[in-house]
């Protein structure tokens, strides 16, 4: 059996974003860890203990992973979106403005002639979004 699932890097603001998530999807925010709390934590800088080393949010059958990387190592998320296919319009629109909320809209959620919503977001915390609503 073979299981894809993201994971998302954040530069510090790991337990916002699935804080965030888990309003906007529902679901078990199941780890929260931090590097001060991980046998990392003689590795690494003191400053970074409250850091995220691993975070997971189980959505039904579907687990959405996520750390914040080290300062050094943090680079901007590019070349990928996370789709999420939502069947319900309202929820689908209403999910893509939450996403929206101090992010920045990349094409906005309307009708196309695949979907009957269907737009793209970078959010706050920069992950590329793409929230597509059933079929038309």
């Known amino acids: 059996m073979l299981k ?13 974003a699935f804080t965030k998530y888990q309003k906007l ?15 990392m934590a003689t ?8 850091k995220i080393i691993h975070a997971s949010l189980l959505i ?5 992973a996520g750390a914040d990387m ?3 190592d943090y680079l901007k998320p590019q070349g990928f979106f996370v789709i999420i296919n939502i069947q319900d319009f309202n929820q689908a629109k209403a999910t893509f403005s939450g996403l929206a909320e101090k992010g920045e809209v ?3 959620f309307a009708e196309t002639f695949w979907s009957k919503g269907f737009g793209v977001v970078i959010d706050r915390f920069n992950i590329p979004w793409e929230i597509n609503c059933g079929e038309a």
Do not use: W
């Open 4 to 16: 894809i699932y993201p994971h998302l890097c954040f530069d510090g603001q790991c337990e916002q």
């Open 25 to 39: 999807f529902g679901g078990d925010i199941v780890t929260m860890m931090r590097y001060g709390e991980s046998p």
């Open 43 to 50: 590795k690494v800088d003191a400053q970074q203990h409250n």
């Open 60 to 64: 039904g059958e579907v687990e959405l």
């Open 70 to 72: 080290l300062t050094a």
């Open 106 to 108: 990349k094409m906005a």
